[in-house]
């Protein structure tokens, strides 16, 4: 049952992401960057309501681990060449400060 949890929640997840890349991506791959920020911000607020069992599987691995991308980030960074490094730098502080305040809302 959990399988089937996590999988439904990235079928929800993957799909939201490929829409906001498609419509955000340009010169930049703010799509990218805001698919990372808003899944860094739901974690945070799953985490700090100690969401566990099948919402966590749905939520949090699922939709989540559907939304957010990791390898995306990687091969952007590298394609953007020197402004790589300010977008991964964007990414992680962005990204770490949604989980927080995330955290901190919830």
Request: aromatic content about 8%.
């Amino acid at each position: 049952m959990t399988v089937l949890l996590v999988a439904l929640g990235a079928a929800v997840g993957a799909p939201l992401r490929y829409l906001v890349a498609a419509r955000l991506d340009r010169d930049l791959p703010l799509g990218t960057l805001a698919v990372n920020v808003a899944g860094s911000f739901v974690l945070g607020v799953l985490v700090a309501r100690s969401v566990g069992g099948a919402a966590w599987a749905l939520l949090g691995v699922g939709f989540c681990g559907g939304l957010t991308t990791y390898s995306s980030f990687a091969v952007q960074t590298v394609r953007l060449r020197w402004r790589g490094v300010a977008y991964a730098v964007v990414t992680v502080v962005a990204s770490v400060a949604a989980a927080a305040a995330g955290y901190a809302l919830a």
